[in-house]
C-alpha cells in the first residue's frame, strides 16, 4: 500500500517536471525548437538581423525551406504592412518586413494555415502609455517599478537596462505595437533636462531596431519650471521659442522621435487655460513646434471640474466648442468611456462627434479599476466592445474604431494609445494572465476588427501550448485542446463580464474605495472630499432608488449621443440593461426584462459575479497537468485571492444598498459573510503603500 503511494507521488512529480519550470518572463515568445531554414534577400540593417534571427530561432515550417524577404513599392502596402505567403514576406519598409515575418510565425506556431495575403495596420501609431515616474515609481503599476527610470540619481544606463528594453521592444513588435511613450501623464518637467533626454537617448536607441518610435508625456509648465521662464503662457514669443529649441535638442538626440502626450487642466496639472487660453491653442503652439520634426501631439480631453453637475459631460461640452480649430497633428486622446476606465461605461460621445479633429482612442491595458494585477480579467472583450460601438456620427457603421482609424474622416493621422501595465516583476505584468492584455491591445491596435475569442486562442496556444512535434504526434494535442485550451479560453472570455457583475453591475460606476481603487467603497464620502471623487455622488442610492439619471429630466448627457442612441439610451424600453444605472434612477421596485424586481436583480448578478469566479477556480485546479507548476501554482493562488474579493464586492455593495432598498436578500442567493461595519472599517487597509511608493500592498485576508 505504501509502496503504491509513493509510485502515485512519484509519477505525479515526473508528470509535473515535464512541463517545465516558467517564470513568464518569455511572454508569448517562449523558445521553441525551430525547423532549419534559408532566409533569402535579408540584407544587413539591425533591424533585418532581427528578422533574420526570429525566423532562424522560431520557424517551425517545413525543414530546409527557403523564405524570401523583399522590400518593394507597392500601393496596396501602408509603411509598416505586409503582404505574406506561406514562406515570403514582402514590405515597403523594413519595419514591414518584421511584422510580417511575426505574423508568419504566429500562424505556424498557433497551426493556423498561411493564406496569401495583404495586411495593414488599422491605425498608424499603436501605443503604449507608460505612466512611469522618473523616480521609478509607476501610477496605477501593479508589477513591479518602472522598466525605464531608476531615480534621479541613478540615469546611467546599464547593460541589464539595454537588455530589458530589448526584451521588451521585441514582445510589443511582436504584435504590432510601433510607439512607446516613456512617462506619466502626470508629467514631471525633469523628463525634459539634459540628462534625462540622454537616457531617452539611450532607450529610444535600443528600441529603433525593433521599429518602436519614443515619443514622451510633457508638463505644459516646463518653460517656466525647467526653462526658467517667466511664464508658459502658449501665445508668448518666449515660450514658443523655449518649446523650439527644446524640441531641436529632442530630434538632435533622437532623430525619430514621435512626439508629445499632454494632460493639461486636468486633475491639477497645468494647461493653457491657467492664462486664460483654450486647449486648441495649447496644443497648436506645441503643434506648431513639432511640425517642422514631423512630431505629432496627442492632447488628452480627460478634463474634468469639480463644480459639475455630471462629470460624464464635461469633455464633450469642453472639446466641442473646438472642433476644427486643432493643427492637423494634433490628435485628441479620448478615453474610452465618458468618466475613467471603469469596468463597463457606454463609449464617450466625443467619438465620430468632432468631425474636423483627429481622435484617439486611449484603453487602461493596466487594471486599475478591474482588480489591479490580483484579478484575472480579459480586458479584450471590453475593448472589443467599445470599438464595434456604433457612434451613427455618419450613419450606420460609424463605430468607434472607423472614427478613429481614417477610414471615415481620412485623418492625416491615427493612432490609438494603451495604458501599459509593465514593470519589473519577471513576468513583466504581475498576473500572468495579465499578459494576454498586453497582447490584446497589440493585435487589435494593428487589427481593430479582430475577435477576442481569436485573440484568447493564439494567446493561449503560444503562452502554455506545447510546440513538441512528439507530444502533438502522441495526440497530447487533442487533449490539450478540450481540456485545456477551451474551458480557459472560455474563462478568460467571460472573466470581464464576470467582474463586471461582482463589482458595478447593470451601468453602476465608480463605486471603489478611495484612492487606490481595489475594493468596494460605496459609502465612502467623507466631509470635505469633493463630490464627484465620492463613490454616492455615482451610484446617487437613497430610499427611492439607485442610478445616475443621465435623461432630459436628470443631466441630458444623453443629448450627445447621435441619434438613434439618444433616445435609445433615453427610454427604458430600449435602454440596454448593461447601461441601465448610468442613465436611469430608477426604483427599487422597478421591473426588470427578468421578471425581477431591480433590487433582486442587483442580489442576482453580484452572486453571479462570485459564483463565476468560484468557478474560474475549478477551471484552473483541472488544468494543472498542462500547466508548469510555477504559473499553475501562482495564478491558483490569485484566483482564491479572486474569489475573496468577490464576496467582499457583494458583501460590501448588498449590505449598503440595502439599507436604502430596506428589502431582503432574495433567499435563493448564498448569505453575506461579512459585516457591513468591518468592510467599512478595513477599507482604508485595502493598501498600505510601502516607504518608498515601490509597491501596493493589499492584506490577502480582508
Ligand atoms: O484614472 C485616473 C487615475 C489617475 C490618472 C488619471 C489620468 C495618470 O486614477 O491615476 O493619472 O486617470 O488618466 O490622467
Known amino acids: 500500500m505504501k509502496i503504491k503511494v509513493i509510485i502515485n507521488i512519484f509519477l505525479l512529480a515526473v508528470m509535473h517536471m515535464a512541463v517545465r519550470a516558467d517564470d513568464g518572463h518569455d511572454l508569448w515568445l517562449r523558445k521553441i525548437n525551430a525547423s532549419p531554414l534559408k532566409v533569402v534577400g535579408a540584407g544587413k540593417s539591425q533591424k533585418m538581423a532581427i528578422a533574420m534571427e526570429e525566423l532562424n530561432s522560431r520557424w517551425l515550417g517545413e525543414a530546409d525551406a527557403t523564405v524570401t524577404l523583399t522590400i518593394r513599392p507597392d500601393k496596396q ?37 498561411v493564406r496569401s495575403r495583404v495586411s495593414n495596420p488599422s491605425y498608424q501609431n499603436r501605443l503604449l502609455n507608460h505612466w512611469d515616474n522618473l523616480d521609478g515609481s509607476v501610477e496605477r503599476g501593479y508589477a513591479g517599478r518602472s522598466i525605464f527610470w531608476k531615480g534621479k540619481d541613478n540615469v546611467a544606463v546599464t547593460e541589464a537596462d539595454r537588455s530589458l528594453w530589448a526584451g521588451y521592444a521585441r514582445a510589443c513588435a511582436s504584435i504590432g505595437l510601433n510607439g512607446s511613450v516613456l512617462n506619466n501623464v502626470n508629467a514631471s518637467p525633469e523628463v525634459l533636462s539634459t540628462a534625462n533626454l540622454k537616457r531617452v537617448k539611450a532607450i529610444s536607441d535600443v528600441l529603433r531596431p525593433y521599429g518602436i518610435r519614443t515619443f514622451l508625456s510633457v508638463n505644459f509648465s516646463s518653460p517656466k519650471l525647467l526653462g526658467g521662464l517667466k511664464t508658459s503662457d502658449p501665445l508668448d514669443p518666449t515660450v514658443a521659442r523655449w518649446w523650439a529649441g527644446k524640441i531641436k535638442e529632442i530630434y538632435t538626440l533622437v532623430p ?4 508629445f502626450v499632454v494632460k493639461a487642466n486636468s486633475e491639477g496639472q497645468p494647461g493653457p487655460q491657467d492664462f486664460g487660453r483654450t486647449h486648441a491653442e495649447g496644443a497648436n503652439m506645441l503643434a506648431d513646434a513639432l511640425k517642422p520634426w514631423d512630431g505629432i501631439v496627442m492632447w488628452r480631453a480627460f478634463v474634468y471640474s469639480s463644480t459639475d453637475k455630471d462629470r460624464a459631460r464635461q469633455a464633450y461640452s469642453e472639446f466641442m466648442p473646438l472642433d476644427g480649430k486643432f493643427r492637423d497633428n494634433v490628435i485628441i486622446q479620448v478615453k474610452n468611456g ?23 482612442n486611449e484603453l487602461q491595458i493596466t487594471q486599475e479599476y478591474l482588480g489591479h494585477s490580483k484579478q484575472l480579467v480579459f480586458l479584450s472583450t471590453m475593448w472589443e466592445e467599445c470599438l464595434k460601438s456604433d457612434t451613427y456620427q455618419e450613419g450606420r457603421g460609424s463605430t468607434v474604431a472607423r472614427c478613429t482609424n481614417g477610414s471615415i474622416f481620412g485623418n492625416k493621422y491615427t493612432a490609438i494609445a494603451g495604458v501599459a501595465n509593465t514593470g519589473l516583476d519577471s513576468n513583466w505584468t504581475g498576473h500572468d494572465f495579465a499578459q494576454a492584455n498586453w497582447y490584446a491591445f497589440g493585435r487589435l491596435a494593428w487589427n481593430d476588427t479582430l475577435s477576442s475569442a481569436q485573440i484568447a486562442d493564439e494567446w493561449l496556444r503560444l503562452t502554455f501550448g506545447s510546440n513538441d512535434q512528439n507530444e502533438i504526434n502522441a495526440g497530447k494535442d487533442e487533449l490539450w485542446n478540450t481540456e485545456f485550451l477551451k474551458p480557459v479560453k472560455e474563462m478568460m472570455l467571460s472573466s470581464r463580464e464576470t467582474a463586471v457583475n461582482y463589482s458595478m453591475p447593470l451601468g453602476l460606476h ?3 474605495a478611495a484612492n487606490h481603487h481595489y475594493g468596494p467603497g460605496p459609502w465612502y464620502a467623507p466631509t470635505g472630499v469633493r463630490p464627484d471623487w465620492t463613490p454616492p455622488y455615482y451610484h446617487q442610492a437613497d430610499t427611492m432608488g439607485i442610478g445616475f439619471d443621465r435623461t432630459r429630466s436628470g443631466s441630458n448627457a444623453v443629448r450627445q449621443y447621435h441619434q438613434p442612441l439618444t433616445s435609445q439610451f433615453e427610454d427604458l424600453n430600449t435602454c440596454p440593461e448593461i447601461y441601465l444605472l448610468w442613465f436611469h434612477h430608477l426604483p427599487w421596485s422597478y421591473k426588470m426584462r427578468s421578471g425581477r424586481t431591480l433590487w433582486d436583480e442587483l442580489c442576482f448578478r453580484y452572486d453571479q459575479g462570485v459564483q463565476q469566479v468560484r468557478e474560474y477556480q475549478k477551471i484552473w485546479d483541472k488544468s494543472r497537468n498542462y500547466v508548469d507548476q510555477e504559473r499553475f501554482l501562482r495564478v491558483q493562488s490569485k484566483l482564491k485571492q479572486q474569489a475573496r474579493d468577490a464576496q467582499v464586492w457583494k458583501d460590501g ?3 449598503y444598498f440595502q439599507q436604502f432598498s430596506r428589502r431582503p436578500i432574495p433567499y435563493e442567493i448564498e448569505r453575506p459573510v461579512y459585516d457591513l461595519s468591518f468592510l467599512e472599517s478595513v477599507n482604508p487597509l485595502y493598501i498600505i503603500r510601502s516607504a518608498d511608493n515601490e509597491k501596493e500592498i493589499i492584506p490577502n485576508h480582508y
Open 653 to 655: 455593495c448588498l449590505l
Open 338 to 360: 465618458p468618466i475613467d476606465f471603469q469596468p463597463r461605461e457606454p463609449f464617450s460621445p466625443l467619438f465620430g462627434a468632432m468631425k474636423k479633429t483627429s481622435m484617439m
Open 77 to 113: 502596402i501602408k509603411p509598416d504592412g505586409y503582404r505574406l505567403t506561406a514562406n515570403s514576406v514582402q514590405a515597403t519598409t523594413e519595419s514591414g518586413i518584421l511584422y510580417g515575418v511575426y505574423e508568419l510565425l504566429r500562424l505556424q506556431q498557433t497551426r493556423q494555415h
Open 510 to 512: 465608480h463605486i471603489f
Open 256 to 259: 525619430d522621435f514621435g512626439g
